[in-house]
């Protein structure tokens, strides 16, 4: 049977250095758009392409799903809270 051994290094001769794959260049770092409509207390979805070319506009899908709430019947209703 074969045993794998982990070596450990002399924790004297470890560098703190992180490789440099693993060096981030934060000159080339953009600003997160999507944070300031985030940061108001509202629940995110994000549509399919073709739901999305559908429905453009946050109104749209809010009138749809309310339209859709509104034939659900109220036990479906209070079991989703």
């Keep these: 049977m074969k045993t794998n051994s982990l070596k450990l290094s002399d924790p004297d001769t470890v560098s703190d250095e992180l490789l440099p ?19 108001s207390p509202q629940n995110m979805v994000v549509l399919d392409p073709d739901v999305a ?18 034939t659900m019947p109220q036990a479906t209703l209070r079991e989703a809270s």
């Design 21 to 39: 794959e693993y060096r981030f260049d934060y000159s080339k770092a953009r600003p997160n758009r999507f944070a300031p409509r985030a940061s």
């Design 53 to 70: 070319a559908v429905f453009t506009t946050q109104e749209a899908v809010n009138a749809v799903l309310r339209a859709l709430i509104q």
